[in-house]
T-cell receptor, first 111, second 113 residues
Framework: AQSVTQLGSHVSVSEGALVLLRCNYS??????LFWYVQYPNQGLQLLLK??????LVKGINGFEAEFKKSETSFHLTKPSAHMSDAAEYFC?????????FGKGTRLHILP | EAQVTQNPRYLITVTGKKLTVTCSQN?????MSWYRQDPGLGLRQIYY???????DKGDVPEGYKVSRKEKRNFPLILESPSPNQTSLYFC????????????FGNGTRLTVT
């Protein structure tokens, strides 16, 4: 059965600093991996997804994630944080037959 | 505009009073699903539907019902709500293929007193 672990329920970074949100997964089959973002009072929106092919995936708003099979990781990064990036981020995996979400990481941007 | 529409956005009710949360999508998606979001627990799937007249239980189906009579609509029914169903609910839809992303509604915040 697949699972997703997001390290850190809250992450704080300064405006302009690197954003790194960690996601590790387990899956018995090659996974499809997603990052979603949830802004206050809104539903989740797709940031990026990995299916097959290039392991470095670029998404919206300057975010990217790298699929590392050997580390079973799919960490989300952004070189320079903006205040508008403050939101909750969810990693998700589809492995066997259903999508599983991580518990989420709330990103705080410090001025 | 392609979207998933949920109504109402906010709902306060009392224990035992039947309620329905509506969900509609205009993208001709095959797959629809309901989730509840609770602090520290992330999103948990309640029910899903792969197509019209086909519904299946998710991880936390107790106390909920759904129906899929039309492709675009997937209402969530609480026959006898209880306080432990106080939560933020999301409807989502997708094309149904494994690598298809989910499109989410804006959520319904339900309080049961």
């Amino acid at each position: 059965a697949q699972s997703v672990t997001q390290l850190g329920s809250h992450v704080s970074v300064s405006e302009g600093a690197l954003v790194l949100l960690r996601c590790n997964y387990s899956s018995s089959v090659p996974p499809y991996l997603f990052w979603y973002v949830q802004y206050p009072n809104q539903g989740l929106q797709l940031l990026l997804k990995y299916t097959t092919g290039a392991t470095l995936v670029k998404g919206i708003n300057g975010f990217e994630a790298e699929f590392k099979k050997s580390e079973t990781s799919f960490h989300l990064t952004k070189p320079s944080a903006h205040m508008s990036d403050a939101a909750e981020y969810f990693c998700a995996v589809i492995g066997d037959d259903k999508i599983i979400f991580g518990k989420g990481t709330r990103l705080h941007i410090l001025p | 505009e392609a979207q998933v529409t949920q109504n109402p956005r906010y709902l306060i009710t009392v224990t035992g009073k039947k309620l329905t949360v509506t969900c509609s999508q205009n993208m001709n998606h095959e797959y629809m699903s309901w989730y509840r979001q609770d602090p520290g627990l992330g999103l948990r799937q309640i029910y899903y539907s792969m197509n019209v007249e086909v519904t299946d239980k998710g991880d936390v189906p107790e106390g909920y019902k759904v129906s899929r009579k039309e492709k675009r609509n997937f209402p969530l029914i609480l026959e006898s709500p209880s306080p432990n169903q106080t939560s933020l609910y999301f409807c989502a839809s997708s094309l149904g293929e494994y690598n298809s992303p989910l499109h989410f509604g804006n959520g319904t915040r339900l309080t049961v007193t």
